[in-house]
T-cell receptor
Framework: DGGITQSPKYLFRKEGQNVTLSCEQN?????MYWYRQDPGQGLRLIYY???????QKGDIAEGYSVSREKKESFPLTVTSAQKNPTAFYLC???????????FGSGTRLTVV | GQQVMQIPQYQHVQEGEDFTTYCNSS?????IQWYKQRPGGHPVFLIQ?????EVKKQKRLTFQFGEAKKNSSLHITATQTTDVGTYFC???????????FGTGTRLKVLA
């Protein structure tokens, strides 16, 4: 079955550490996105990529970095510069154009 | 910048009652999408509206896009416990690639 796989499901990070969240899709979608969701809040866009080797900052990119070396993969690194990283991180993908997003099951990141 | 607001933020209804959530954009949208997120889950795409005044139905769910393409609504008839979750709208303006998600409406259905 096609879909998006995010790993790990839960991640604990010590202050000052960088961590990388994995996002892999086998839907052959060109576009991929990273969103952050805080408890009881909406989704805020971190980064998005329309094509391999190209990506753009979203609304809250500070403290995060991404790469898009393969069509199937769009990993997100949460750096130590992100002051409040505890949140639920959602990866999504879509075909090019106006189509609905397919979301992964998310990674819950907690800073300890 | 573009903002998308939803009201109400929370809604508790008795099973069998109707429910409506409203989505309002600060700018004219080219299209709007609706998603449902179950508690502890991830958003799932429900529908997309493109035309001014468009109305679409999915069983007990009715989606509407305003004439000015700046607002939208989702109406659920005779709610069931399976309708529990947070409903998000997401709007996009012409010339952009990204959707801006609304703040969401959390629905609780009391049996």
């Amino acid at each position: 079955d096609g879909g998006i796989t995010q790993s790990p499901k839960y991640l604990f990070r010590k202050e000052g550490q960088n961590v990388t969240l994995s996002c892999e899709q086998n839907l052959n979608h060109d576009a991929m996105y990273w969103y952050r969701q805080d408890p009881g809040q909406g989704l805020r866009l971190i980064y998005y990529s329309q094509i391999v080797n190209d990506f753009q900052k979203g609304d809250i990119a500070e403290g995060y970095s991404v790469s898009r070396e393969k069509k199937e993969s769009f990993p997100l690194t949460v750096t130590s510069a992100q002051k409040n990283p505890t949140a639920f991180y959602l990866c999504a993908s879509s075909p090019t154009g106006d189509y609905g997003y397919t979301f992964g099951s998310g990674t819950r990141l907690t800073v300890v | 910048g573009q903002q998308v607001m939803q009201i109400p933020q929370y809604q508790h209804v008795q099973e069998g009652e109707d429910f409506t959530t409203y989505c309002n954009s600060s700018t004219t949208l080219s299209n709007i999408q609706w998603y449902k997120q179950r508690p502890g889950g991830h958003p799932v795409f429900l529908i997309q509206l493109v035309k001014s005044g468009e109305v679409k139905k999915q069983k007990r769910l009715t989606f509407q896009f305003g004439e000015a393409k700046k607002n939208s609504s989702l109406h659920i008839t005779a709610t069931q416990t399976t309708d529990v979750g947070t409903y998000f709208c997401a709007g996009k303006t012409s010339g952009t690639y990204k959707y801006i998600f609304g703040t969401g409406t959390r629905l609780k259905v009391l049996a």
